[in-house]
């Protein structure tokens, strides 16, 4: 993958010798279906790793609800793929600060593992978004973008862009659920990793709607 101010070798060539899924996301809280989603990828594309590249300002969803901070963030989706092969937490997005882009991660990330091809990894709701994504244009032609869909789901992305589709098993968990649950007082284990309910319940988090 070669992106503007990255270091590719032009029209999406390089010599890579690391494959790697970015699963990114908010991860208020991180749950098994984005683990689930995580080891199909690793799976089926074979790839070296996964990271979970956790939001430091997910500009599509300020405003909308009160977000957990992302160190908080950070160290519960540690929590997550803590001693699961293959998967890493990421701060790439919290270390650059700010919004948060996919196309200034990639360059980021360009510049510090010019060896690594880059898949980056999505649902397919949000696939279907893709050419409202910040600087579009530019990403398409470059971006290798993975669906990961549920059995007998339609994916509907919009044209022009490089696509390749996984397939999960049928799992209706979202993080908006589990907060809600927390608020209301119940419990969420066994959908999310023992280590990270007990650090939400310690946090305190979501307990005071806002």
Known sequence: MSLPGGNGTGDGMRSATRRVGLLGGTFDPPHIGHLVAGQQTLEQLELDE?????ANQPWQKEGSRLITPAEERLRWTEASVEDVPGMVASDVEIRLG????????LAALDAEHPDTEWFVILGADAA???D???RADELRDVLHV????????????PPGW?????QMPALDISSTELRMMVSQGRSIRFLVRDGVAQMVESAGAYRSKP
């Open 50 to 54: 996964v990271w979970f590249v956790v």
């Open 98 to 105: 700010g919004p948060t882009y996919t196309i200034d991660t």
């Open 128 to 130: 279907a978004g893709l």
């Open 132 to 134: 409202t994504w910040h």
């Open 146 to 157: 993975v669906v990961v869909s549920r059995p007998g789901s339609h994916l509907d992305p």
């Open 162 to 166: 490089h696509i390749t589709a996984v």
